[in-house]
């Protein structure tokens, strides 16, 4: 009886192994795609509204390279109201709230700039507000994970009497909005984001 408890016993064990190790090839093949998903996947209505403030900086971006003023500031100020309606409480994974407090901050710095660059008159000051623009959003757009899209981040070296500037945009042509037409080409792209495959 001690030898058949014991073959049983063997037995399950084996069995237990066995259905473990073809489950755990199934777990294996599954979490790799969804735990990063649980971890830093932002909710949809955070994403969208991250979409809709990405948009209209690339409207602006797209206003500056045409050297056009009236479209400068009128996609500042759909940009201010965009920073201002991003969902922030909606981030994810973010348990001491430090992440929340930092988006804050470069929505908050967005906003600003972007009322007072249509407060400038000359296009010229207005690219230096669009310079802060880009480095709060470039910052805000790491720390919250974006991960609806991949973000260019493109240098011109040329900018501000060679002080050199960034921009965004959502592909890798270069449409140098810091000179528009005059140097349309100038720059390149210096690094991306793409977290939706993380």
């Known amino acids: ?7 049983l016993r063997i037995l399950t064990i084996v069995g237990l192994l066995a259905s473990s190790c073809s489950d755990g090839d199934k777990q294996a093949a599954e979490p790799v795609k969804d735990q990063p998903l649980s971890v830093s996947k932002n909710s949809a209505p955070f994403t969208q509204s991250y979409d809709l403030l990405l948009s209209s900086y690339y409207s602006l971006k797209d206003a500056f390279f045409a050297s056009d003023s009236a479209k400068v500031n009128l996609a500042a100020s759909q940009l201010l109201i965009n920073a201002d ?14 992440i929340k407090e930092t988006a804050g901050t470069f929505t908050s710095t967005i906003h600003s700039s972007a009322e007072a660059l249509q407060k400038e008159s000359s296009l010229e000051e207005k690219r230096k507000e669009f310079d802060v623009i880009t480095d709060a959003l470039w910052s805000l757009t790491r720390t919250v994970k974006y991960d609806g899209s991949k973000v260019y981040y493109s240098f011109c070296p040329m900018a501000f009497n060679s002080k050199g500037a960034y921009w965004l945009n959502n592909s890798s042509k270069i449409e140098n ?19 939706s495959h993380h």
Request: proline share 5%; glycine share 10%; charged share 25%.
């Open 177 to 195: 909005p810091y000179f528009g037409e005059e140097m349309p080409d100038c720059g390149s792209v210096e690094d991306s984001v793409d977290y």
């Open 1 to 7: 009886m001690k030898i058949f408890n014991n073959s």
């Open 85 to 98: 309606s991003l969902k922030v409480n909606e981030i994810q994974g973010d348990s001491s709230g430090v």
